[in-house]
């Protein structure tokens, strides 16, 4: 099975990346963008067929390697 | 208005990113995940409502910044 898992920053956490690149947006003269946060996002494929299962793999693979659930959030989405 | 940029490796493209996120996943216990490739998502927020200029907007700031066209794809999704 063919899975998407999206890694965001949760609100409130300072993203220095997405300042930047709002700076070089500006200087390159790209107008009327009000804010940027950059995330992360794993096209992960799956042996299984079963998504019940699938989810789980994709949870525990998130929770301990692809996001750092302090700062960051996740959200698995099987395509 | 809110809208998300994705962008993606193009098919054939190297991803060693993705594929150490494959060998820390086995060596983790993670087992049924056939590969990974990695990507990046942009949430932008555009000060203009008009569907039409933030595309445009959007397009422009993919095109001159978030990817390199060369060897990635990218997507813009309005929220």
Chains 1, 2 share one sequence.
Do not use: C, H, W
Request: charged share 25%; aromatic share 4%.
């Amino acid at each position: 099975m063919k899975a998407r898992v999206y890694v965001t920053l949760k609100t409130g956490i300072l993203d220095p990346q997405g300042k930047a690149i709002e700076g070089a947006l500006a200087s390159l003269g790209v107008e009327g963008v009000a804010s940027v946060r950059q995330g992360k996002v794993f096209d992960i494929e799956i042996a299984s067929n079963d998504t019940a299962e699938t989810e789980k793999i994709l949870a525990t693979a998130a929770d301990k390697l692809l996001a750092n659930t302090v700062i960051e959030n996740y959200r698995v989405e099987i395509i």
